[in-house]
């Protein structure tokens, strides 16, 4: 069955350091997520993004945040200057449509540790 | 504001007791639901997902849930746990828009 996969699965890194987060979203999928959880809290939406263009994103993704599809295949999240409060568990999405009633399907997640 | 709510942040059973996790959401309108469950080291997987029809949904490895508009609630149930099902478990609603906002989660310990 295919999956998401993500990488690295760990990322430590000095505060004001920039971290790209990679995720090779599911082949045929068109739309792409990022969620986060921070230790002991609530999977939180990021930024969904459709066609080379953000479609929604929360307030937590402020201009610190950046996301690409470089390529066919890769989806990646820039953080440019981090801060000790992005460390998290930051999991990619995909799916297949922009219907609602859609299945969005989960990376294993990188830990993010900001020193 | 639409939010969802998961009640039992770490439930213990012992392997056969049937399990039942609380998930309830706030929302007024149409609403799309999900359980997903993360097992150690693994990325979150769906169990089962409702959209309309048959308020009973039944998921994989014998799970179900059930959905009461009434109370606003989304429980997962399953009449006999395996050692196995030691995981996190998630619910999710989709609010008709493209983002899942999610539960705290429950943590479930099975002891053999």
């Known amino acids: 069955e295919p999956e998401v996969t993500q990488t690295p699965s760990h990322q430590v890194t000095q505060m004001g350091q920039e971290v790209i987060l990679r995720c090779v979203p599911i082949?045929?999928?068109?739309?792409f997520y990022w969620y986060r959880q921070i230790l002991g809290q609530k999977v939180e939406f990021l930024v969904s993004?459709?066609?080379?263009?953000?479609?929604?994103k929360s307030e937590i993704f402020d201009d610190q945040f950046s996301v690409e599809r470089p390529d066919g295949s890769n989806f990646t999240l820039k953080i440019r200057s981090t801060k000790l409060e992005d460390s998290a568990m930051y999991f990619c999405?995909?799916?297949?449509?922009?219907?609602?009633?859609?299945?969005?399907?989960f990376g294993p997640g990188t830990r993010l540790l900001v020193l | 504001a639409q939010s969802v709510s998961q009640h039992n942040h770490h439930v213990i059973l012992s392997e056969a007791a049937s399990l039942e996790l609380g998930c309830n959401y706030s929302?007024?309108?149409?609403?799309?639901l999900f359980w997903y469950v993360q097992y150690p080291g693994q990325h979150l997987q769906l169990l089962l997902k409702?959209?309309?029809?048959?308020?009973l949904v039944k998921g994989i490895k014998g799970f179900e849930a059930e959905f009461i508009k009434s109370k606003f609630s989304f429980n997962l149930r399953k009449p006999s746990v395996q050692w196995s099902d030691t995981a996190e478990y998630f619910c999710?609603?989709?609010?008709?828009?493209?983002?899942?906002?999610f539960g705290t989660g429950t943590r479930l310990t099975i002891i053999p």
């Open positions: 082949s045929n999928h068109l739309y």
């Open positions: 999710a609603a989709n609010f008709g828009n493209e983002k899942l906002t």
């Open positions: 409702y959209f309309s029809g048959d308020p």
């Open positions: 999405a995909s799916s297949e449509s922009r219907l609602y009633r859609e299945t969005q399907y």
């Open positions: 929302y007024g309108g149409t609403v799309n």
């Open positions: 993004f459709y066609n080379n263009e953000i479609s929604e």
